[in-house]
């Protein structure tokens, strides 16, 4: 897992190669930045690499590797011309929380095995940088750049181990930067930008929630967030959340996506990531992501296996969507059906890795956990499951409320299809 400074160059001299390739540019909508595309991958995957490096030790919140990558992230920000836009004219904001429960944050390497006390209250920082083009309203463009560090309590892994989170989520910054840099080099000046690279996010959408109730500028008109963006599959399956904060996206998002990505959608403002703090405030907010895989939250998530020329064409994307929106003026705020409120309530686990990105009806299972009812009852990747107990499962939503319904050690017995046969596997909760 390591990676060591040639691994580093010559990865990233292969990225540049590879995505040289004129196959995208020539279906893009807009034209304007063509001659300066090399330059946004050159970007995106230098930071998808450099924040994904054992250097950073997984950026764990609040931790000396978190203010490192932060520093670094500020460096870019520079590079590409933005300024400023954190507090009393600094690149950052600065917010604390009490973690439930204490944690023990790493500084240096794994110094939490040596006797450090427990951290009752985390001192974290937003990176935050800005293109004013002297507009009356401002576009928000975020990504979180935190990480779990040697592993804490989200991993996934029994492994101590730097978590590099490569694809969550440097592959979400990189994408922010490279956006970042053809927005600064775009003759478009409809509305003024602001990127923050969030803190907290690992914890509980700390960073953003922060900036929220406390923001560095006024008049937001809406928001883009990135997490999770590195893995496009063969497919172009792409998953797009709050679609329904605002009548404006589906029609900018169809209307450009020159790219070939299936866009799966959501219409609800509230998930699992930085943009429902910005739903939760009144701005409409959308969220990209490219899907769950096995390497989630475990020392895996390296930067070789980063589909960047996926990163770069979701970078482009978003850059389309933008312009096409800098005529529709300030985007009207709608309220969405809170779709997630049945996680909250979750008493049991099936162990599997849901597939975010199926469309059809049903719940797909991307992996099984080992040792959790659903490995032990034999389901397998690619199972589809369409009832459980007496509760119909037709999409993420019904499978998460029936998910509610049980208690821990009950026996239910679940309907799954595996291609064209329908089987019913009984299950213990757990």
């Known amino acids: 897992m ?16 590879a995505t040289g390739s004129q196959s995208f540019l020539c279906t893009r909508a807009s034209t304007d930045y063509i001659d300066k595309t ?28 978190e203010r490192k990558a932060a520093d670094y992230i500020v460096k870019t920000m520079k590079k590409i011309g933005l300024t400023a836009k954190g507090v009393d004219g600094t690149w950052f904001q600065t917010f604390t929380f009490v973690p439930h429960p204490p944690v023990k944050v790493h500084q240096i390497g794994d110094s939490t095995q040596l006797g450090m006390g427990l951290v009752k209250e985390v001192s974290a920082r937003n990176v935050i940088g800005y293109i004013d083009n002297g507009a009356a ?12 560090g040697w592993g804490d309590e989200n991993s996934l892994s029994t492994e101590k181990a730097i978590h590099n989170g490569a694809d969550d989520n440097a592959s979400g910054v990189g994408a922010m930067l490279a956006v970042a ?3 600064k080099n775009s003759a478009s000046k409809n509305n003024n930008y602001l990127f923050i690279a969030f803190s907290g996010e690992e914890k509980g959408l700390y960073g953003s929630n922060f900036f929220c109730k406390n923001p ?22 792409l998953a797009i959340s709050g679609v329904g904060t605002a009548s404006d996206w589906k029609v900018e998002l169809d209307l450009v996506n020159n790219y070939g990505f299936k866009n799966v959608y959501s219409e609800s403002g509230v998930g699992p990531s930085d943009h429902t703090s910005f739903y939760n405030t009144g701005i409409p907010a959308i969220h990209f992501f490219t899907g769950q895989h096995g390497d989630y939250h475990k020392p895996s998530d390296d930067a070789d296996k980063i589909n ?18 800098n005529d529709n003026g300030k985007l009207g705020f709608q309220k969405t059906k809170d779709e997630s409120t049945a996680a909250a309530s979750f008493k049991v686990s099936l162990g599997v890795i849901p597939d975010y990105l199926f469309g059809g ?12 009812p659903a490995a032990i009852a034999g389901m397998k990747q690619g199972d589809v499951v369409v009832q459980i107990g007496t509760y119909k499962v037709t999409d993420m939503y019904t499978y998460m409320e029936a998910l509610s319904k049980f208690e821990k050690d009950q026996k239910t017995d679940i309907v799954i299809l595996r291609g064209e046969e329908r089987l019913t596997l009984s299950v213990t909760w757990q």
């Open 2 to 17: 390591k990676q060591n400074a040639l691994k580093h160059l010559t990865f990233i001299l292969l990225v540049t190669i």
């Open 38 to 65: 090399e330059k946004s991958q050159r970007i995106a995957a230098e930071v998808i690499t450099t924040l994904s490096s054992d250097e950073y030790e997984g950026r764990q919140t609040g931790s000396e590797s």
């Open 137 to 148: 309203t401002t576009v928000v463009i975020g990504a979180h750049y935190d990480h779990l």
């Open 181 to 183: 840099y053809k927005l």
């Open 216 to 237: 560095t500028v006024t008049n937001m008109n809406y928001m883009i967030n990135l997490d999770m963006v590195g893995r496009l599959n063969a497919e172009k399956s």
């Open 308 to 325: 960047y020329e996926g990163v770069n064409a979701i970078s482009s994307y978003i850059y389309d969507v933008v312009i096409a929106l």
């Open 361 to 372: 009806e049903g719940m797909r299972i991307d992996g099984t956990r080992e040792g959790k």
